[in-house]
């Protein structure tokens, strides 16, 4: 296996965490934001608060795009398991 391919496999790899973490953390970013904003405006620093919204937003998003998360991975999966015979004989 050469270089390239251990590059080029890593790389994808690492497009595809960013690619299937991108929702849940813009979520979770997007519903922090407004909880804390809402926090400021009403002086209420209670951790709970901050807290229970994420994680519910979080599981509702993970609800929402779980299959296209998980349809994702497999085609990556299959993709890598195609590519494994070409890998084996050296060529890229």
């Not at 790389?11 to 979520?27: E, G, I, Q, W, Y």
């Amino acid at each position: 296996m050469n270089p390239e391919a251990v590059i080029d496999i890593g790389a994808s790899a690492l497009m595809l965490a960013a690619k299937l973490s991108a929702p849940l953390l813009v979520t979770a970013l997007v519903v922090g934001f407004a909880i804390s904003l809402l926090q400021s405006i009403t002086q209420v620093q209670e951790m709970t608060m901050s807290f229970v919204p994420k994680l519910l937003a979080v599981g509702i998003a993970l609800m929402v795009c779980g299959n296209w998360m998980i349809a994702e991975t497999v085609a990556f999966t299959h993709e890598l398991f195609g590519r494994l015979p070409s890998l084996l004989n050296g060529g890229g």
